[in-house]
């Protein structure tokens, strides 16, 4: 087979090791990490690929390497070709290799904020500097510069505070280590972070079966969803997380 993948750059190493062992052809095509948090704007980009890909009469399946992710993943439909998606809410799932292994994690320790390569390297900061900037911090300090210039410094930092707010729900960082890149730099930053915020700090193993058996073309009716052509994509919390319809 020929499969067109779609990925969240918060996979690149993982993903890109499971093309490099798959079988078949696979054409990657990855997005920015930053999409997670507008939803809408990931699901318009998610379906620019795919209707891109169902141009070509090379590809038999569009994978997507994403979850339901605040479903920015719901509403989209395959046209020519079908779509391959895991059955798993966000990408902490495929680092841990199963549902039932999120679900266990999250019973145990509900307040864990979870660190992978792609996560630091893409999104809290950027390895390749060698250094520890966390990049969620330094938004918050140029939101706040902006917030003061429209509305006052006392009305930025309330709002600050509001924007904030989600951080007192976390008590834990966890380096989900899947055997990839800089490992030791991976701890020291996910440690860095739990010091600076006083959490605790934990590194747990990752596991890429799900991510492996996507590009392999291993779809496991139980953990993969298939959509056809003509159908699209829905949320079904009681029903494998995403549906076809």
């Not at 095509?29 to 690929?49: A, C, I, N």
């Not at 891109?52 to 399946?61: G, I, K, M, P």
């Not at 380096?175 to 730099?185: A, H, K, V």
Request: glycine letters at 8%; hydrophobic letters at 35%.
């Amino acid at each position: 087979m020929r499969l067109y993948v779609i990925s969240c750059e918060a996979l690149f190493r993982e993903v890109s090791r499971a093309v490099a062992l798959s079988p078949h052809v696979c054409d990657l095509s990855f997005l920015p990490f930053g999409l997670h948090d507008t939803p809408e704007k990931l699901r318009t980009e998610v379906q620019s690929r795919i209707d891109t890909a169902s141009l070509d009469e090379r590809y038999d399946h569009v994978v997507l390497a994403y979850g339901l992710c605040s479903r920015g993943t719901a509403d989209l439909h395959a046209r020519r070709l079908p779509i391959v998606i895991p059955k798993v809410h966000d990408c902490i799932t495929l680092f841990l290799g199963s549902n039932e292994r999120y679900q266990s994690e999250f019973g145990e320790h509900p307040g864990t904020y979870y660190y992978t390569s792609g996560w630091i390297e893409r999104k809290e900061g950027d390895a390749r500097q060698g250094g520890f900037e966390i990049v969620h911090d330094s938004r918050m300090e140029e939101r706040y510069r902006e917030y003061a210039e429209k509305f006052g410094e006392d009305n930025a930092q309330f709002l600050i505070e509001q924007e904030k707010g989600w951080l007192s729900h976390y008590n834990r960082a966890a380096f989900i280590n899947t055997g990839l890149g800089d490992q030791e730099y991976y701890r020291r930053f996910t440690k860095h972070v739990a010091d600076s915020k006083n959490w605790t700090c934990e590194e747990i193993p990752g596991d890429a079966r799900l991510i492996d058996s996507l590009l392999a073309g291993e779809w496991n009716p139980d953990e993969f969803l298939i959509v056809q052509p003509g159908q699209r994509t829905a949320e079904r919390v009681d029903a494998g997380i995403i549906v076809a319809l």
